[in-house]
Each structure stands twice: as structure tokens, then as C-alpha cells.
């Protein structure tokens, strides 16, 4: 955060009027006035040589928070089996350049779990850390690459809600979208309610016995 300091005429570019007949100054005015000036080099420094890198510092710290999906919404399924994702859902999209959306099913919820490309790749490390043909990289293969679409989004921001996704979720007329940080989740909305609801009670019942 870059600190706030007062401003100063230095700062400003203005002109001082200067007094001929002013007596010279005293200690306490003198060590007043060097400590002004510094003050004022501060400023003309801060400005000159370090404000581009703390305005950058800020606006990539501004993405972090901003770039996240947060909240939930639940939009209707039109007639022709679209439904709208929520405006601050695209707009994290756009913010990401996220124009394919890499789908799959949830390992733990009865969701679609969505994001972008990086969320596949970030799944692939992990089984190219693995042996190949273990068990877990055979299980995380069929969980991501088995249970993972590619799909777009429309001119207008809809998502289309095929079998893949209705199948899974049990969706029907509602889409629950849900905010999970660095991506967003399909639900059926009262399944969604639920889940929240269990997890709301575990995190009490958890807080109690700490």
C-alpha cells in the first residue's frame, strides 16, 4: 500500500514567495524546514521511481481477489435447454481469457465442476508425478479424462445443459451455480442447499469440539 503523505509545494510545482526581511531561521524552524524538504524528496521518489512498480504490485493483487468466482445464483433452463451463467461468473471468465470451459464431474458433490483449461492441466500434473499405470493415475485418469467434456459458452453468455450435465447432477428446470475460487460448479439447487446446509453443521459441530 503506498503510504499518503500530505502535499507539499515542491510536490506541486509551485512557487514560494520569498520574504527578503525574514530574519533567518531558528533551530526548531531550520530542523523543521530540512525535515519538509526531505518529506518532499520522499514524495518527488515515490512518484518518480517507485510508482509504476506498487501500481503494479497493487493491480495484480487486485486480480487475485477479483479473478475468483464467489457467490452463488440459480438461473432457469430455457425452452431450448440453455441457461444464462451469472454475469460476475463471465465476467471472471473474461478477466482469466478463459473462452473454452473444461467440464467434469465432481469427485466428491453431484456437480459439474467448471473451469478453464488450466484446471485439466493442473489435474494432468499431478498424475504425470505419478507411475503411469498405478492405480491413482488410473483412477485420476478415468475421473478427469472419462468424466471431462470441452464446451463453450454462446454469443449471449448461455451454457448449454446436456445429458452430461443433467445426468450427474439430476438437474431438471434450474441451474445452482456455485462459486468454488478458481472455478464454478453445476448443482441442482435444492442438492446444493443441502450440501451447504450438512456443511454448515459439521463446521459448528467441529467448532464446538475445538
Known sequence: MVPCYPKCALHQG????INRK??????????????FFRLAMLCLILRVSGGKKLSG???????????????NATNRIDAKGRVSVPAAFRSVLAQRSIPELYCFQDFVFPAIS??????????????????PF??????????????????????EGRLMVTDFIRDFTG???????????????????QAFAAAQAQAREERRLAGRRS
Not at 14 to 17: A, D, R, V
Not at 22 to 35: F, H
Not at 135 to 147: V, W, Y
Open 171 to 189: 438437474i431438471t428446470d434450474e441451474v445452482a451455480f456455485v462459486g468454488r475460487a478458481d472455478h464454478f460448479q453445476l448443482w441442482q439447487p
Open 57 to 71: 504490485l497493487f493491480r495484480k493483487r487486485m486480480f487475485r481477489v477479483m479473478s475468483r468466482f464467489l457467490s
Open 14 to 17: 509551485n512557487h514560494l514567495p
Open 134 to 155: 498405478s492405480p491413482d493415475a488410473n483412477e485420476m485418469s478415468l475421473l478427469i479424462h472419462g468424466g471431462g467434456v470441452f464446451m463453450k459458452l454462446d454469443a
Open 22 to 35: 525574514a530574519k533567518a531561521p531558528s533551530g526548531s524552524e531550520a530542523s523543521e524546514g530540512l525535515w
Open 114 to 131: 467448471v473451469g478453464g483449461p488450466d484446471l485439466l492441466e493442473r489435474f494432468e500434473r499431478q498424475i504425470a508425478a505419478e507411475d
